[in-house]
C-alpha cells in the first residue's frame, strides 16, 4: 500500500484528503498544527491517519517524510523548499499548490541526481491556469500557428447570491495570503511594451472586464506576467498578461486601506490604542476630538459620503472593536477583522472565475480564442477554491505513484504528459473550459 504524506490540514486540503482515500492501495497520513481539523478531514477512514506536528520541529518532519512514498506540502510557501531537501534526502517524491521561489529552483539538479520528481504549482493559479492555457497554445503550435498575444484572469469570488457585503469578496481560502497579494508589484508585457507597476500602485491599474453570462469584474494585475512568455514558449506574443478578477469597487478600496498603513506588517512601537477605530486614527494622525470617518475621508482626498468611506466603516475600521491581544500589527490585526466580516457564511457558495483571451495568427487567418472556466463551490460541502487547488494536486499524486509521470527534477505542469489527463479528470468531475473562437 502506498503511503501518501499531507502536511497541512487548511481551508484546500479536504477535497485532496477524500479524493485520495477514495483510491484503492493508497493509506494518507495528514500531519498538521491543529490535529482536530486532520481527524475531521480523515473521517474515521480506515486508510487513513491523523498527527498533530510542529513544522518547526525539522526532526520529527524528518520522521514523517521517511515513512511516506509521495510528500504533498499544503504548507504555507516558506516550508515547501526544507521539506524538498528532506524528500531528496530520502528519494521521495513531492508536490505542491505554490509558486516556484528561487530556492525551489535551485533544487532541480539535486533533484534529478536523486531521481524524484518535484512537482510545484499544481492548484488551480497557480496550476489550471498553465494546464488550460498551454493545451490551448500547444494545439496552436500543432495547427502552424503562433500566439502573438496572450491574457489570463483569474478570481476567487462568492456566488451572485453570496455577494451581500458592501467589499463584494468573502475569503475561501487564507485572508492574510490575500491581503499580502495586495502589496505585489505587477509587471506585464502590452503591444510589445514592458510596463511595470510598483506595489504601492497596484490598485490604480485596473480595468474593467465584462465575462459573458457572468458579470463585469475588475480586472488588475498579478505579479510578474514577463516571465510567462519564456514559460509557455510565447516567443511570438508581443502582449502576455496575467490578472485577478474582483467584484467593482474593490481596486479603489483596497488602495485606500494601503494608504492609510493598513497592510504594515511592522510590529507597532509605543502604541497604546486598544480599538480598531484607535489604530485608524493612529495610522493618520487623527487627534482624538476629530471626527474620523470625516478626517479618513479628507487624509485620502474622498468625500465624507465616498463608497470607499462606507466600506472602511462597515468593516469596522473607526469602531470600537478591541485589537486582538495576541497580535502586535496592522496587518495581522486586520486579517483577524477581514476573516470575521468576510467568511463564507452557512448555505453559501463561493465561485471561480478563469478566462483566457488568445490571439492566434496562421498563415491564412487570425482567430481570437477564449476559454472560460465558471465553477461553483457546493453549499454546505467543499468550496469552489479548494476542490480547483487540492484536486489538481490530488490526481497528480496519483499519475506519479502509478508512474505515468516519469520526470524528474522540479517542474510546473505545462508538458501534455502531466497537464493532459489532469484537465481530462478534472472536465469528469464537472471542472470544465467553455472555449469559443471567432476570426479577426
Known sequence: ???????????????????????????????????????????????????????????????????????VSLLPYTYHVKVAEMCIKHK???????????????????????????????????????????RIIHDVEKKKGKVVSF?????????????????GYKFSWAPRGVLLASRNAAKWLENGKEISIPGEQLFENYFLQDIKGVGVFENYPNRNSVSYKG????????????????????????????????????????????????LTRHLIGAKAKDNLPVTTALYLGLKPYSAIIKRLEWLGLF???????????????LNVLTLQKMSMGMHERDMVIMHHEFIAE????????????????????????ARTVALPAAIAVKMI??????????????????????????EEIGIKFIEKTEKI
Open 92 to 134: 521521495k517524491q513531492m508536490v505542491t499548490t505554490s509558486y516556484v521561489s528561487d530556492a525551489m529552483k535551485a533544487l532541480d539538479t539535486k533533484a534529478r541526481a536523486a531521481g524524484i520528481l518535484i512537482l510545484n504549482e499544481c492548484g488551480l493559479d497557480p496550476g489550471i491556469d498553465h494546464m488550460s492555457a498551454m
Open 151 to 167: 491574457r489570463s484572469t483569474t478570481g476567487a469570488l462568492p456566488s451572485p447570491e453570496a455577494n451581500n457585503n458592501p467589499f
Open 1 to 71: 500500500m502506498k503511503k501518501i504524506l499531507v502536511l497541512g490540514a487548511g481551508m484546500v486540503s479536504r477535497p485532496m484528503i477524500q479524493y485520495l482515500l477514495d483510491q484503492p492501495d493508497y493509506h494518507v497520513i495528514m500531519a498538521s498544527r491543529t490535529v482536530s481539523k486532520a481527524e475531521q478531514m480523515i473521517g474515521g477512514h480506515p486508510q487513513g491517519e491523523a498527527f498533530s506536528l510542529d513544522v518547526n520541529d525539522d526532526r520529527k518532519v524528518e520522521e514523517f517524510v521517511l515513512k511516506a512514498d509521495i510528500v
Open 401 to 426: 505513484l502509478k508512474k505515468e509521470i516519469n520526470i524528474t527534477g522540479v517542474h510546473i505542469p505545462v508538458i501534455p504528459e502531466i497537464y493532459n489527463p489532469i484537465l481530462d479528470e478534472l
Open 319 to 333: 469602531g470600537n472593536e478591541p485589537l486582538p491581544k495576541d497580535k502586535n500589527n496592522p496587518l495581522d490585526y
Open 362 to 385: 496562421y498563415a491564412s487567418k487570425k482567430e481570437y480564442m477564449t476559454s472560460t472556466l465558471v465553477d461553483y463551490g457546493i453549499p454546505d460541502g467543499d468550496t469552489s477554491v
Open 231 to 278: 514559460i509557455y514558449g510565447l516567443k511570438d506574443a508581443t502582449t502576455v498578461y496575467r490578472g485577478t478578477f474582483r467584484m467593482t469597487g474593490w481596486c479603489e478600496t483596497m488602495r485606500a486601506i494601503v494608504v492609510l498603513g493598513w497592510l504594515n506588517e511592522e510590529p507597532l512601537k509605543s502604541y497604546i490604542g486598544k480599538t480598531y477605530g484607535d
